[in-house]
């Protein structure tokens, strides 16, 4: 047997493949939608996956403000947030934060879901997230893609 046909091969930055894609959000759960991107966005769904490489797709997710959430974490989940100040620790929960900015909600869980690294940073500038059917990437011919 030639162990020499065997080789690992370690993707960079100038051999990755990168897609756009589009994920439509509509009726899906926030996080078992969240981790299926994340994964995509990571690299993870693809054979040729490296940790410390971005080798994920662009994900353009749309209909952000039709995404559910199960039991009362809609009303009882609260992001926290600190503006650096004293006393200026800040709550919101996810039906205030849908009624202002429906994106924000699907951004926070993605993101916490990533790497909390540089690379983890790069990796969130792949996420495209759009309340309504519409969003401004049709230059990139993405494909649809049902999580």
Known sequence: MNTLSFKTVSANAKTVNKQWVVVDAQGEILGRLSSKIAMIIR????????PHVDCGDNVIVINADKVRLTGNKFSEKEYVSYTGYPGGQRFISPKELMAKHPERVIEKAVRGMLPKTKLGAKLYKNLFVYAGENHPHEAQTPKTIKL
């Open 43 to 50: 690299g993870k769904n693809k054979p040729e996956y490296t």
